[in-house]
């Protein structure tokens, strides 16, 4: 028996769904099954076909990292395909990618949530050596739900009593955040109930109790418990919405309270934060993840939309007098880093520019500087121009001003860029700004100089950033150019 193999042009095969026009087409993936696109994150996590975006479901377990997403596959834009991606690391680095779970039909179109181990078997579902994984999603249609694994991630299962929190009519409460409240060795939860969060409580993860609400959040709530200062024996809840929106408080377990008036802790597009809880105590250090928004539609060719942003790590500290939550990047970064560029204690003048003979796509530089004798100074890195102005202490960066009400004429910045993206961190994550950026590819130049007079005391260092897709482009058949 014999068959015809027809040869098809790559314009003319089918979109996946046909009607979405953000649909990709089996040509396109099957054209792009690597990481090395020009606009390609190389230090920063996406999958390799689709859109991402909100980090959800995020748990720590023996060593390993898994990270879910909302994701299409299919689409540069969430529509008939939605689902949770998936993916896991040991280092927070380097991502290997899962099938995803959930799915648009038996899910309704699946939205954010959280994820948990039930170190003390409180579901009753462990069965051998593993501990059990649960999920909680949204799914538009019933309510909040949940999934299990009892194989350490490697199958899920739904749970029978789906929804556990039903889905009020003409409503859409959602993003549910589940949390262990050792003081009374019970389960909290928090979730978006318009026009702020809920508080609910249960002792086995299916039976759900309303405490309290906070209103002036929006979506996707993060809850966590941090030292002030390193003390562990001085504590503060902060409570954390999508729109990188927080406060600091005091939780008494039923109740969130707090005198302070909402605060960012991200000023660029980060979205949707979510953090690694170690363990039921809540101890080890808080990484947080979050998705840089693309604004507007994803008018664009390439085969995958969005990116998570660099792993960080959470802290609270007292700056100038007031509590504040920073973000820093981890320190899995130093692992990336090669062709080194260091200046110790030099002077930059306004006609300077050191960087001036490096060029390149992903870098990592940080610097020290005394300002006292300048009147700011400015990056332009490919084409991008941050400009501080020491006159009004006013970054300046994609169009948005950002007051730093510093209080020293000395500073630290720290800048990870990489092919679509720039993350901007001043004084160890007391400012943060996490952004998309599309640069001319023909642009690979780097300049810091000073705005005028001059930077004293200068600490300079580079580092180019090495891919962390490399080895998977390997396991897929692709092998790129190292040449430069």
């Known amino acids: ?60 377990y023996k060593g390993m990292y898994h990270l879910f997403y909302m994701y299409d596959e299919w689409s540069r834009s ?48 462990q069965s051998g050596i593993e501990k059990t994984l649960v999920v909680f999603y949204t799914d538009y249609g019933r309510g909040s739900c949940l999934a299990f694994s009892r194989d350490a991630g490697k199958t899920w299962i739904r749970h029978k009593s789906n929804p556990v ?23 909290r939860l928090v979730q978006f109930e318009e026009p702020g969060f809920a508080f609910y409580k249960s002792q086995n993860l299916i039976k759900w109790d309303f405490l309290s609400r906070i209103e002036g959040f929006y979506e996707c709530p993060d809850f966590f418990e941090l030292p002030l200062d390193g003390d562990c024996t001085n504590k503060r809840w902060i409570i954390l919405d999508a729109n990188c929106e927080y406060r600091i408080g005091e939780f008494n377990g039923t109740e969130f309270i707090s005198t302070m008036q909402n605060m960012k802790i991200d000023y660029g597009d980060l979205y949707a934060t979510q953090t690694y809880k170690h363990s039921y105590e809540g101890d080890g250090p808080l ?36 509590m504040k939550l920073c973000r820093y990047p981890i320190d899995g970064i130093k ?43 400015e ?10 102005n020491a006159q009004n202490n006013l970054l300046k960066i994609q169009g948005k001003e950002i007051n730093l009400n510093t209080m020293s004429q000395k500073m630290k910045i720290r800048v990870i860029i990489d092919r679509n993206s ?12 996490s952004s998309l950026f599309y640069p001319n590819e023909n642009d690979m130049g780097l300049k810091f100089s000073s705005l005028g007079g001059n930077l004293t ?27 430069e």
Not at 3 to 17: D, E, F, Y
Not at 94 to 119: A, F, H, T
Not at 305 to 312: A, D, E, L, R, Y
Not at 379 to 388: A, D, N, P, T, Y
Request: charged residues 25%; negative net charge; proline residues 5%.
């Open 457 to 483: 005391n200068v600490n300079l260092e580079l580092y180019k950033l090495s891919s962390i897709w490399l080895k998977r482009e390997q396991e897929l058949g692709f092998f790129r150019s190292t040449k």
């Open 335 to 377: 692992q990336l880093r090669y062709d080194s560029h260091i200046w110790n204690d030099i002077i930059i003048r306004a006609d300077d520019n050191p960087l001036a003979d490096i060029h390149g796509d992903v870098f990592e530089i940080i610097v020290e500087m005394d300002f006292s004798k300048s009147s700011g100074f």
């Open 1 to 60: 028996m014999f068959c015809t193999i027809r040869i098809i042009s790559a314009q003319n095969i089918i979109k996946r769904i046909p009607d979405d026009q953000f649909g990709l087409s089996y040509a396109e993936v099957f054209e792009n099954m690597h990481y090395n696109q020009m606009y390609r994150p190389q230090v920063h996590y996406t999958p390799i076909t689709g859109q991402i975006a909100d980090a959800t479901g995020l748990i720590y």
């Open 78 to 125: 969430r529509r008939y395909n939605k689902n949770w991606g998936y993916a896991t690391s040991y280092d927070c680095i380097y991502w290997e990618q899962k099938p995803q779970i959930l799915n648009s039909l038996l899910d309704n179109r699946p939205g954010s949530g959280c994820g948990i181990v039930d170190w003390n078997n409180t579901l009753g579902l």
């Open 379 to 388: 990056f332009i890195i490919r084409g991008e121009r941050i400009l501080f």
């Open 422 to 433: 720039l993350e901007l961190f001043v004084n160890e994550g007391e400012i943060s700004y």
């Open 165 to 187: 929190i039903p889905m009020p009519s003409g409503r859409s409460d959602r993003d549910p955040l589940v949390f262990w409240y050792k003081p009374d060795q019970s389960w």
């Open 287 to 322: 990484i947080q993840l979050a998705f840089l928004k693309l604004n507007g539609k994803p008018d664009h060719d390439r085969v995958w939309s969005q990116q998570q942003c660099f792993p960080c790590e959470l802290k609270l500290r007292t700056i100038n007098g007031d």
